[in-house]
């Protein structure tokens, strides 16, 4: 049956429209896009470059991009505030995007004005994007961190231990329980480079933690930026591109709303949606942070996003509260969509 189909195939059936739209684009432009090592490449250097790479400080990191959004949009948006030297995409196996994009401009002034035009550009209804700096080489992340360590003592620490650190953010460590991770951005390449060795060397004991310290990766780095945005308050907020309304008086209405998802996939003959949750952080005062997607075989593109639900301390019904609130956010957008012109 429909609901069993393995991910990789509902994808590739969801995402043929953007796909077929790319190719049609790059036939039509002779625009070579080239994929290595997950990501999809145009330029660098780009048709007709004489001369040098350009210099520091050209390059803007694009973020929280649909993820069948795709260089047929994404080139000549860019290109329309100043020349690209370099489009890259993050991909995934699948063919959809990892949901960030580097631009390089031939010069600095084309990144800041990629900058001030499109970050928080509505990209498509509701879908808001990252642009800013691309500081990836500047910033270390440091995980397992105790959790009892505080900013203050961190930031005193680092600045005696090394040179150069312009910020200090921590946040709950993604990959381990009990533990947090520090997010350390420096004032260069260079500083950031020695700073990595001193603390790898571990001249550092931080009470004994085994801590682990990488260049930011950029899938963390969007991963956190989600997170920052904070839970909803307990009133019921308009939904921001990646926030979905908490639904009123869970569970006996979860079911109906699941159902009625349901009855109005089958009545459309759209298969039945597959649904994808995953507890991504849990806050102090009860709030917890899922990641979901909802397949829908016949619907062209997957659902995919945040939403915040309450813990109400029954344990099993929290991935089910998840499923609702996201049913409802899916059920209002099938809504829209599926309204018979006459």
Known sequence: SHNHLPPQRWTNSINQASK?????????????????NGQRRYGGPPPGWVGDPPPAGTEVYIGKLPQDLYEDVLIPLFQSVGKLYEFRLMMTFSGLNRGFAYARYSSQRGARDAIATFNN?????????????????????????????SQQELEAML??????VLNVTLYA??????????????????????????????????????????????DLKQKLQLWEEKPPSSQVQEDKSLAVRKPLALPPVAQNVLEHLNTLCRRQHLGTPLFLTKCMQVTPNGWLLFWYQVAIP??????????????????????????????LHVLRVLGESLVSPH
């Open 20 to 36: 077929t739209s790319l190719l049609t684009w790059e036939k039509k432009t002779g625009i070579e896009l080239v994929q290595i």
């Open 121 to 149: 550009y509505q990209v498509r209804q509701g879908c808001a994007i990252v642009v800013c700096r691309s500081t990836q080489k500047r910033e270390l992340s440091v995980d397992g961190l105790v959790t009892s360590v």
């Open 159 to 164: 600045q005696r231990a090394t040179q150069g």
């Open 173 to 218: 460590s993604p990959h381990q329980r009990q533990a947090k991770l520090a997010v350390l951005k420096y004032s260069s390449h260079q500083a950031a480079a020695l700073a990595k060795k001193t603390l790898m060397e571990g001249n550092l004991r931080l009470r004994g933690s085994e801590i682990k310290v990488e260049w930011l990766h950029a």
């Open 298 to 327: 016949g619907y062209p593109v997957p659902f995919s996003g945040f939403t915040w639900v309450r813990r109400d301390g029954q344990g099993q019904s929290r991935h089910e509260e998840a499923k609702a609130a996201v049913a």
